[in-house]
C-alpha cells in the first residue's frame, strides 16, 4: 500500500467525515485537508505514523472564501516524502486548535501566525507576542493582505514585553538587547541561582524585516532569490536555491542537469565557509583567540575563490529561479580544487592542534547536553541534532539538486555536547570538500539556465527543504497572480534550534552561555551589554562584553590551571 | 596531552606567519569578473527600462518627462551590486566595473542620471530611441513598474545623533494609513 493510501486509511478511521481530502501533488509531498475539528488529531495521526514535524504556515484566504488557513508540515524522513496539513478558520472566528502540546517545537510558528495574521491557537501553553514590535497596535495584522507592505504605525511610549516571572530564589540575567559576541540583536533573560542557570526567556525578532512580505506584494519570482540571499549573510545560498527550487517545484520547471550540479557545489563551498566561520566563533567565544584567527585565516581563502567565482565574496548573486547565473570554466575549476585542497591541509593542521587539547575540552565537554530523546522531542536540526545522535540530513533523507549522485557520510556522534557539535562540523566540511570534487568531477555538460516560458499558475503550493550548514531550511511557497509568490515562508534553521536553548541552558554555568548559544550557530547576534538585575534589592548594575568576556575566560584559565597541578 | 597540543598550536600559528595585508596601502587585486559599481554608458542605453523592471533594490528610477524626454536615475546608495541589470540589459548599456571602494558622504556621488531622448514611435505611440533597433519587446517586461522620481522621498533621513527637529518633521511622513 502506498503511503499516502495507508495514511489517508488511518486519518478517515480515526476523523471520519473531518478529512476532505488526501491527494499527492507530486513524487513526495502528500497535501491533506482536514475541515478545523480534526486539525490537532490529524498532526496526532501524521506524527505517530513516524513524520518529524517541520513547520507550519499560515496564509489569508480572505478575498477567496473568508477564511485563515494553516498548514503544517512533516517530513517522513525515511521515505523521502513532506505531508502538509490544511485547515483554515473563518476569519470572524479564527481559532484552531494548537498543536503545540503535543509538538513543543510548533510553539513559536503558532506564535507568529498569530501575531502576523490573527489566527488564534486554542490551548497553546504561551499565546505571548513572538515577532511584531511591544508596540505594535492590536488588531492589525501584517500579513493580511488588506495591510499594504510599508504601513508604518505610530510608535508608542511605555509599552514593554513582559518576561516570564522568574522561578523562585533566582535572579535575573538580562542578556541583550544584543547578544555578547554574535552581533545581532536578540534578547534573554537569564534565571540563575548563584551562577547556575535554572531557566530563560528570549525576547527576539528585532531585525524582523518583512521580507516575506515584500517579496509577496513587491518583487516579482525572478528578484526573490536575491532577497533571499539576504535574510542571512552565511547561508545565502541556501536561501536563494530553497526559494527557486520551491517555485521550481510549483511550476513543474525541470532545470538543466549543469545547474544543479552548480547549485550543489555553491552549497557546499558556503557549507565550508560557514563551518571555519563558526569554529573560529566557537574558539572566540571560549577565549580562544587562537582557533578563532586561524580558522579565519583558512577561510579567507574560499572568500577569495569566491570572488572570483561570482564576483562577490558572500552574497553570491549565483541563483535564479530556472538555474545559475554563471558557468564554471575549466579554468575556475582548477582553481577551486587548489582551494580546497590547500583548505583540507590546514583544517587538517587545526583539527588536529585542537582535538586533544584539554583546556577546550573542558569547555566544550559536557556542556549544553540534552539527550538524544529530548533532541528528538524538539525537532533539533542539522550539527546540533547531529551532535546527539540524531541522524538526520536533508541532503541524504531528501536528496535536491544534485546530491542524490553524491556519495558522503553523514557524522553523527553522542556526545550530545558542544565539543561533539564542533567535531560534526569539522568533519562535515571534510564531507563538503569530498562533494565538491565529485560535482567538478561529474559534471555534466550543456546549458545552466531554462527560461520560464509559461505564466506560473497560481495557487499552487510547494515545499523544500535545503540543509543549511547549521540544519536544514524549510521553504513553502503558495503562487500567485503578478508573477509574484502569494505566500513565502522561510523557517531557517535558527528557529527551531533556538526553541531548545533553554533546555540546554537548564543547569548549566552562566560563564558557559556564550558557548552554549553560539554552539547552535544561531543566526543573531550577540553583542555588548549584558545588565545584572538583582531582585531582590531591584538594583541593576551592567557588565560590559569585555567583563563577560573575562568571566568567560577565567573559568578557562581555571581550567588550565587545574590542568597544571595534574 | 595539552604541552602536546600546544606545541602542535604553536607550529600551526608559525608556519604562516603574517597574512594581514596592509591595507590600503598594499591591495590585493581585484578579480576581472568582480560585481563592483555598475556604469552606464549613455551612448548604448536606448531606454527600454529593462534594467529598471529587474533590478532587485529598485534602485533604476525611469521617468517619461514628456514625450520625448526620459529620465534614468541610477541611486548608487540603495544598490546591493547583484549584476541583474547588466545582466538584463539588451545593449549591453551596463558594465559591471571593478571598483567597489565608494564609500562617501554625498549620495549624488554615486548617482549617474542619464537624459534620454526618446522618439515616439508613430504607430504604437511608445518611446525608443530613434536609431537603435527596438529592443522594448525583447524585454518582457513582467515586474514592477518603478517610475516614480517622488517615491524617493520615502527613504527616511537619518542624522548623526539625534535630532529632535527631524523626529518633529518625520511626523508629516506620508504614512500609506492615511493615504485613504
Ligand atoms: S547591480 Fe543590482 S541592485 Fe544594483 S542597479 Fe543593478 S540590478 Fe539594481
Ligand atoms: S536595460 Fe540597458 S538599454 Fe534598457 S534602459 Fe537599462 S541601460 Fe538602457
Redesign the interface.
Given at each position: 500500500m502506498s503511503i499516502r493510501k495507508e495514511l489517508e486509511a488511518k486519518l478517515i478511521a480515526r476523523l471520519r467525515d473531518d478529512v476532505v481530502c488526501v491527494e499527492k501533488t507530486d513524487e513526495r509531498t502528500i497535501y491533506i485537508d482536514v475541515k478545523r475539528a480534526g486539525f490537532r488529531e490529524a498532526s496526532q495521526i501524521i506524527t505517530a505514523s513516524g513524520a518529524r514535524y517541520l513547520c507550519s504556515i499560515g496564509y489569508d484566504n480572505i478575498e477567496r472564501d473568508g477564511t485563515l488557513a494553516m498548514v503544517h508540515t512533516y517530513a517522513l524522513d525515511d521515505s523521502n516524502r513532506f505531508v502538509c496539513c490544511r485547515a483554515s478558520a473563518p476569519v470572524d472566528d479564527p481559532v484552531l486548535e494548537s498543536i503545540t502540546p503535543d509538538l513543543p517545537s510548533a510553539g513559536w510558528s503558532e506564535r507568529e501566525v498569530t501575531d502576523l495574521l490573527g489566527l488564534r491557537f486554542a490551548g497553546h501553553p504561551k499565546p505571548k507576542k513572538l515577532v511584531l514590535a511591544d508596540d505594535w497596535p492590536e488588531g492589525i495584522y501584517p500579513l493580511r493582505k488588506e495591510v499594504?507592505h510599508?504601513?508604518?504605525?505610530q510608535g508608542a511610549e511605555d509599552v514593554a514585553y513582559q518576561l516570564d516571572e522568574a522561578p523562585p530564589g533566582t535572579k535575573i540575567v538580562p542578556v541583550g538587547p544584543f547578544h555578547p559576541s554574535l552581533h545581532e540583536p536578540e534578547h534573554f533573560a537569564v534565571y540563575v541561582d548563584g551562577e547556575t542557570i535554572k531557566g530563560c526567556d528570549y525576547r527576539g525578532f528585532m531585525t524582523h524585516r518583512g521580507i516575506e512580505k515584500l517579496c509577496q506584494t513587491?518583487?516579482?519570482y525572478?528578484?526573490v532569490p536575491?532577497?533571499a540571499e539576504?535574510i542571512c549573510g552565511i547561508c545565502g545560498s541556501v536561501h536563494a536555491t530553497a526559494f527557486s527550487q520551491a517555485v521550481e517545484s510549483a511550476a513543474g520547471l525541470i532545470i538543466p542537469r549543469r545547474a544543479e550540479f552548480i547549485r550543489t557545489m555553491m552549497l557546499e563551498i558556503e557549507r565550508i565557509h560557514s563551518n571555519l566561520l563558526w569554529l573560529g566563533v566557537a574558539g572566540h567565544l571560549i577565549g580562544f583567540d587562537?582557533v578563532f584567527?586561524?580558522a579565519w585565516?583558512v577561510r579567507?581563502q574560499i572568500m577569495?575563490l569566491c570572488?572570483?567565482l561570482?564576483?562577490?565574496r558572500k552574497?553570491y548573486?549565483m541563483i535564479l529561479v530556472g538555474g545559475v547565473?554563471?558557468d564554471i570554466t575549466p579554468d575556475i575549476a582548477e582553481d577551486i580544487l587548489n582551494v580546497v585542497k590547500k583548505i583540507e591541509d590546514e583544517l587538517t593542521?587545526?583539527y588536529?592542534?585542537?582535538e586533544?587539547?584539554?583546556?577546550i575540552h573542558k569547555r566544550t565537554k559536557g556542556v549544553g547536553t540534552i539527550t538524544r530523546q529530548q533532541a528528538i522531542d524538539w525537532n533539533l536540526i542539522g550539527p546540533v541534532a547531529r551532535a546527539r545522535g540524531v541522524d538526520i540530513d536533508a541532503r541524504r533523507d531528501h536528496p535536491y539538486a544534485a546530491y542524490d549522485e553524491m556519495k558522503f557520510e553523514v557524522p553523527v556522534l553522542d556526545g550530545c555536547d558542544v565539543w561533539s557539535t564542533l567535531v560534526v562540523r569539522v568533519v562535515e566540511t571534510f564531507e563538503a570538500i569530498k562533494i565538491i570534487r565529485q560535482c567538478l568531477d561529474k559534471m555534466p555538460g550543456g546549458e545552466i539556465f531554462v527560461e520560464m516560458k509559461d505564466k506560473i499558475p497560481a495557487q499552487r503550493h510547494a515545499i523544500t527543504v535545503v540543509e543549511a550548514p547549521r540544519g536544514e531550511s524549510v521553504h513553502y511557497v503558495v503562487t500567485g497572480e503578478d508573477?509574484r509568490p502569494e505566500r513565502w515562508r522561510v523557517r531557517a534553521p535558527t528557529f527551531t534550534n533556538l526553541q531548545a536553548v533553554p533546555l540546554m541552558l537548564l543547569d548549566e554555568q552562566f560563564g558557559d552561555f556564550p558557548i552554549i548559544m553560539g554552539s547552535i550557530d544561531p543566526c543573531f547576534s550577540c553583542t555588548d551589554r549584558v545588565a545584572v538585575v538583582d531582585l531582590q534589592t531591584g538594583k541593576s548594575s551592567s557588565i560590559s562584553k569585555a567583563e563577560l568576556d573575562v568571566m568567560s575566560r577565567k573559568r578557562l584559565q581555571g581550567n588550565?590551571l587545574q590542568?597544571?597541578q595534574k | 596531552?595539552?604541552i602536546?597540543?600546544?606545541i602542535?598550536?604553536l607550529?600551526?600559528?608559525m608556519?604562516?606567519g603574517v597574512?594581514t595585508l596592509d591595507y590600503p596601502n598594499e591591495r590585493?587585486p581585484v578579480?576581472a569578473?568582480?560585481?563592483g559599481q555598475p556604469v552606464f554608458d549613455h551612448q548604448k542605453c536606448i531606454g527600454c527600462g529593462g534594467c529598471s523592471d529587474?533590478?532587485?533594490a529598485?534602485c533604476i528610477l525611469v521617468r517619461d518627462v514628456c514625450q520625448e524626454l526620459r529620465v534614468m536615475l541610477y541611486d548608487g546608495s540603495r544598490c546591493?551590486?547583484?549584476?541583474?541589470c547588466a545582466?538584463i540589459c539588451p545593449e549591453k548599456a551596463i558594465t559591471?566595473s571593478n571598483s567597489f571602494e565608494i564609500a562617501c558622504d554625498q549620495k549624488e556621488d554615486i548617482t549617474t542620471r542619464m537624459e534620454l531622448f526618446m522618439m515616439t514611435c508613430q504607430r504604437c505611440g511608445r518611446c525608443y530611441e530613434m536609431e537603435k533597433t527596438n529592443a522594448i519587446d525583447r524585454i518582457n517586461l513582467?515586474?514592477?513598474r518603478y517610475d516614480n522620481l517622488e517615491q524617493r522621498a520615502?527613504v527616511r533621513k537619518t542624522s548623526e545623533t539625534f535630532d529632535p527637529a527631524l523626529l518633529k518633521e518625520s511626523d508629516n511622513?506620508q504614512?500609506?494609513?492615511d493615504k485613504e
Amino acid at each position: 500500500m502506498s503511503i499516502r493510501k495507508e495514511l489517508e486509511a488511518k486519518l478517515i478511521a480515526r476523523l471520519r467525515d473531518d478529512v476532505v481530502c488526501v491527494e499527492k501533488t507530486d513524487e513526495r509531498t502528500i497535501y491533506i485537508d482536514v475541515k478545523r475539528a480534526g486539525f490537532r488529531e490529524a498532526s496526532q495521526i501524521i506524527t505517530a505514523s513516524g513524520a518529524r514535524y517541520l513547520c507550519s504556515i499560515g496564509y489569508d484566504n480572505i478575498e477567496r472564501d473568508g477564511t485563515l488557513a494553516m498548514v503544517h508540515t512533516y517530513a517522513l524522513d525515511d521515505s523521502n516524502r513532506f505531508v502538509c496539513c490544511r485547515a483554515s478558520a473563518p476569519v470572524d472566528d479564527p481559532v484552531l486548535e494548537s498543536i503545540t502540546p503535543d509538538l513543543p517545537s510548533a510553539g513559536w510558528s503558532e506564535r507568529e501566525v498569530t501575531d502576523l495574521l490573527g489566527l488564534r491557537f486554542a490551548g497553546h501553553p504561551k499565546p505571548k507576542k513572538l515577532v511584531l514590535a511591544d508596540d505594535w497596535p492590536e488588531g492589525i495584522y501584517p500579513l493580511r493582505k488588506e495591510v499594504p507592505h510599508d504601513f508604518v504605525p505610530q510608535g508608542a511610549e511605555d509599552v514593554a514585553y513582559q518576561l516570564d516571572e522568574a522561578p523562585p530564589g533566582t535572579k535575573i540575567v538580562p542578556v541583550g538587547p544584543f547578544h555578547p559576541s554574535l552581533h545581532e540583536p536578540e534578547h534573554f533573560a537569564v534565571y540563575v541561582d548563584g551562577e547556575t542557570i535554572k531557566g530563560c526567556d528570549y525576547r527576539g525578532f528585532m531585525t524582523h524585516r518583512g521580507i516575506e512580505k515584500l517579496c509577496q506584494t513587491q518583487v516579482s519570482y525572478n528578484e526573490v532569490p536575491f532577497i533571499a540571499e539576504r535574510i542571512c549573510g552565511i547561508c545565502g545560498s541556501v536561501h536563494a536555491t530553497a526559494f527557486s527550487q520551491a517555485v521550481e517545484s510549483a511550476a513543474g520547471l525541470i532545470i538543466p542537469r549543469r545547474a544543479e550540479f552548480i547549485r550543489t557545489m555553491m552549497l557546499e563551498i558556503e557549507r565550508i565557509h560557514s563551518n571555519l566561520l563558526w569554529l573560529g566563533v566557537a574558539g572566540h567565544l571560549i577565549g580562544f583567540d587562537t582557533v578563532f584567527m586561524q580558522a579565519w585565516r583558512v577561510r579567507e581563502q574560499i572568500m577569495w575563490l569566491c570572488e572570483r567565482l561570482t564576483g562577490n565574496r558572500k552574497t553570491y548573486g549565483m541563483i535564479l529561479v530556472g538555474g545559475v547565473r554563471r558557468d564554471i570554466t575549466p579554468d575556475i575549476a582548477e582553481d577551486i580544487l587548489n582551494v580546497v585542497k590547500k583548505i583540507e591541509d590546514e583544517l587538517t593542521v587545526i583539527y588536529r592542534a585542537i582535538e586533544k587539547d584539554t583546556s577546550i575540552h573542558k569547555r566544550t565537554k559536557g556542556v549544553g547536553t540534552i539527550t538524544r530523546q529530548q533532541a528528538i522531542d524538539w525537532n533539533l536540526i542539522g550539527p546540533v541534532a547531529r551532535a546527539r545522535g540524531v541522524d538526520i540530513d536533508a541532503r541524504r533523507d531528501h536528496p535536491y539538486a544534485a546530491y542524490d549522485e553524491m556519495k558522503f557520510e553523514v557524522p553523527v556522534l553522542d556526545g550530545c555536547d558542544v565539543w561533539s557539535t564542533l567535531v560534526v562540523r569539522v568533519v562535515e566540511t571534510f564531507e563538503a570538500i569530498k562533494i565538491i570534487r565529485q560535482c567538478l568531477d561529474k559534471m555534466p555538460g550543456g546549458e545552466i539556465f531554462v527560461e520560464m516560458k509559461d505564466k506560473i499558475p497560481a495557487q499552487r503550493h510547494a515545499i523544500t527543504v535545503v540543509e543549511a550548514p547549521r540544519g536544514e531550511s524549510v521553504h513553502y511557497v503558495v503562487t500567485g497572480e503578478d508573477n509574484r509568490p502569494e505566500r513565502w515562508r522561510v523557517r531557517a534553521p535558527t528557529f527551531t534550534n533556538l526553541q531548545a536553548v533553554p533546555l540546554m541552558l537548564l543547569d548549566e554555568q552562566f560563564g558557559d552561555f556564550p558557548i552554549i548559544m553560539g554552539s547552535i550557530d544561531p543566526c543573531f547576534s550577540c553583542t555588548d551589554r549584558v545588565a545584572v538585575v538583582d531582585l531582590q534589592t531591584g538594583k541593576s548594575s551592567s557588565i560590559s562584553k569585555a567583563e563577560l568576556d573575562v568571566m568567560s575566560r577565567k573559568r578557562l584559565q581555571g581550567n588550565q590551571l587545574q590542568q597544571v597541578q595534574k | 596531552m595539552w604541552i602536546t597540543s600546544k606545541i602542535k598550536q604553536l607550529l600551526m600559528v608559525m608556519k604562516p606567519g603574517v597574512v594581514t595585508l596592509d591595507y590600503p596601502n598594499e591591495r590585493p587585486p581585484v578579480p576581472a569578473n568582480l560585481r563592483g559599481q555598475p556604469v552606464f554608458d549613455h551612448q548604448k542605453c536606448i531606454g527600454c527600462g529593462g534594467c529598471s523592471d529587474h533590478c532587485p533594490a529598485r534602485c533604476i528610477l525611469v521617468r517619461d518627462v514628456c514625450q520625448e524626454l526620459r529620465v534614468m536615475l541610477y541611486d548608487g546608495s540603495r544598490c546591493t551590486y547583484c549584476g541583474r541589470c547588466a545582466d538584463i540589459c539588451p545593449e549591453k548599456a551596463i558594465t559591471m566595473s571593478n571598483s567597489f571602494e565608494i564609500a562617501c558622504d554625498q549620495k549624488e556621488d554615486i548617482t549617474t542620471r542619464m537624459e534620454l531622448f526618446m522618439m515616439t514611435c508613430q504607430r504604437c505611440g511608445r518611446c525608443y530611441e530613434m536609431e537603435k533597433t527596438n529592443a522594448i519587446d525583447r524585454i518582457n517586461l513582467k515586474g514592477f513598474r518603478y517610475d516614480n522620481l517622488e517615491q524617493r522621498a520615502l527613504v527616511r533621513k537619518t542624522s548623526e545623533t539625534f535630532d529632535p527637529a527631524l523626529l518633529k518633521e518625520s511626523d508629516n511622513y506620508q504614512r500609506p494609513s492615511d493615504k485613504e
